[in-house]
C-alpha cells in the first residue's frame, strides 16, 4: 500500500504491484479508503507515469475500470470521491463528475468503457479487446445488448415492486439469453476466450451482486435457464483479479440501506485507519 502524500491523508494509492508480477498470486488489496467530499481541497495531480483512477467504492462503472486495471496488472492509485457530496474540484477535470475518471500524464479520460479501451491501449499486457474486426464487433453488439436490456433493469429490479418489477425482470433475462446463446458459441469459459476479456470485465460488477439482489423467489435466476452464464459466474468468482477488486456483500449491504435510507454513505465499512 502506497501513501501518495503526507499532506493529503485521505488520499492513499494502491498497489497492484504482486498482480503484474504474477497474475495467480492476487494482491488481495480491497479499496477501502475515505472519499472526498463538497469543500475538500482538490488533490495535487498524480506524479508523471502514474495512472490515477478517480473512482467510488460502490459504483459499477469504477468497478470495470478497477477490474481492467487490475487484469493488466497495472499500478495504479485511487482517490476515491463521494457521489452524494461531490467536490466542485472533480467537474474542472471531467465536467460530467462521474466515475470511473482516469488522470494519466496530463490526460483524462472518462466513461468506463472509454476508460478501458484507453487502458487496454495504452498499456502492455494481454490484450483485453479482440483486433479482428467481427470478434470487436461481436463484443460491441453484446455490449450494446447489456447497456439496453439487462444492466438498466437490473437496477430497476431492485428499485421497484410489484409489475414494473416484474417487467424489468423479464426484459433483464431476454438480455441475458443473448449472452447464454453466445456462450454456447465456444467451448472457452469466458466471452473473452480461455481468459477473461473485454466485455468479461464490462459485465461483471452486477453479477457479483447477484447474491445480494435477485434473492426473491419472484426474481431470481434460475440456474436451469442460464446453465452457462451461471457456469461464467463461477469461473469469473475464481479469477485473482476478480477477488481483488471484490467488495464484501456484507459492507454493500449496509451500503445499501444508507443509499435506501437517503444518505448513501461511501465511506461505509471502513475503520479509522482508513
Ligand atoms: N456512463 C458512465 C456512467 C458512470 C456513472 O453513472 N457513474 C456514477 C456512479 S455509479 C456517477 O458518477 N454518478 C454521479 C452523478 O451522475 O451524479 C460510465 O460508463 O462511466
Not at 54 to 60: A, G, K, L, V
Not at 68 to 78: C, F, H, M, N, S
Not at 102 to 114: F, I, P, R
Amino acid at each position: 500500500m502506497v501513501f501518495v502524500t503526507s499532506r493529503l491523508t485521505t488520499l492513499q494509492s494502491i498497489t497492484l504491484s504482486a498482480l503484474r508480477r504474477s497474475e495467480s498470486a492476487p494482491a488481495g488489496t480491497m479499496l477501502t479508503k475515505r472519499a472526498f467530499k463538497t469543500g475538500s481541497t482538490a488533490p495535487d495531480p498524480p506524479a508523471p507515469g502514474v495512472v490515477r483512477l478517480i473512482s467510488n467504492r460502490f459504483c459499477p462503472y469504477a468497478h470495470r475500470t478497477r477490474l481492467v486495471l487490475a487484469a493488466k496488472g497495472i499500478d495504479y492509485e485511487t482517490v476515491n470521491v463521494c457521489l452524494a457530496k461531490r467536490p466542485e474540484w472533480f467537474f474542472s477535470i471531467n465536467p460530467l463528475a462521474k466515475v470511473p475518471t482516469l488522470q494519466h500524464d496530463g490526460k483524462v479520460v472518462y466513461e468506463s468503457l472509454v476508460c478501458n479501451e484507453y487502458v487496454d491501449r495504452v498499456f502492455p499486457g494481454r490484450k483485453l479487446l479482440p483486433e479482428e474486426p467481427l470478434e470487436k464487433a461481436r463484443i460491441g453488439m453484446l455490449q450494446a445488448i447489456w447497456d439496453a436490456k439487462s444492466g438498466p433493469n437490473f437496477m430497476k429490479v431492485t428499485m421497484t415492486k410489484g409489475e414494473e418489477r416484474q417487467k424489468a425482470f423479464e426484459v433483464l433475462k431476454e438480455g441475458l439469453s443473448f449472452f447464454e446463446k453466445h456462450l454456447g458459441t465456444s467451448e472457452a469459459p469466458f466471452f473473452g476466450g480461455e481468459q477473461p476479456g473485454f466485455l468479461d470485465y464490462s459485465i461483471w460488477p452486477w453479477f457479483e451482486l447477484l447474491g445480494l439482489f435477485l434473492t426473491d423467489d419472484d426474481v431470481k435466476l434460475q440456474e436451469a435457464e442460464f446453465p452457462r452464464v451461471f457456469a461464467w459466474q463461477a469461473a469469473m468468482f475464481d479469477r485473482p483479479e476478480v477477488k481483488t477488486c471484490a467488495c464484501e456483500l456484507s459492507v454493500w449491504t449496509k451500503y445499501v440501506a444508507s443509499a435506501r435510507a437517503g444518505n448513501p454513505d461511501s465511506d461505509i465499512g471502513l475503520d479509522d485507519s482508513d
